[in-house]
């Protein structure tokens, strides 16, 4: 069982930035996989961006369109903690942000994928 709290979130001007955290309980924190989701009201959750666990080789991120070159997830494993830095940011990036889990395979890149969620941290970004 894996317990997600996530911090960071506020209100910020269009074009600032914030860094998004999220710490994981549990010792095998390492070997997930790690996304962030959002959702703005009265849509859907969408994928924001994720990480693979380490391995060997290092690890590899995914970002979706709409925030690639502006948001960037990163992980450190030695806290049990990842992140995701977003700048430049618009008021279309207004949303519940939500840490996700996966404990086995693939970065989780739909709702369905995700084994364990935090309970979200608001960002709210004012034109």
């Known amino acids: 069982q894996v317990q997600l709290v996530e911090s960071g979130g506020g209100l910020v001007q269009a074009g600032g930035s914030l860094r998004l955290s999220c710490a994981a309980s549990?010792?095998?924190?390492?070997?997930?996989?790690m996304s962030w989701f959002r959702q703005a009201p009265g849509k859907e959750r969408e994928f924001v961006a994720g990480?693979?666990?380490?391995?060997?080789?290092?690890?590899?991120?995914y970002t979706s369109d709409s925030v690639k070159g502006r948001f960037t997830i990163s992980r450190d494993n030695a806290k049990n903690t990842v992140y995701l830095q977003m700048v430049s940011l618009k008021p279309e990036d207004t949303a519940v942000y939500y840490c996700?889990?996966?404990?086995?395979?693939?970065?989780?890149?739909?709702?369905?994928?995700?084994?364990?969620w935090g309970q979200g941290t608001q960002v709210t970004v004012s034109s």
């Open positions: 996700a889990a996966r404990e086995i395979g693939l970065v989780p890149t739909s709702p369905t994928l995700v084994d364990y």
């Open positions: 549990g010792r095998t924190f390492s070997s997930y996989a």
């Open positions: 990480i693979t666990a380490i391995t060997w080789s290092g690890s590899r991120t």
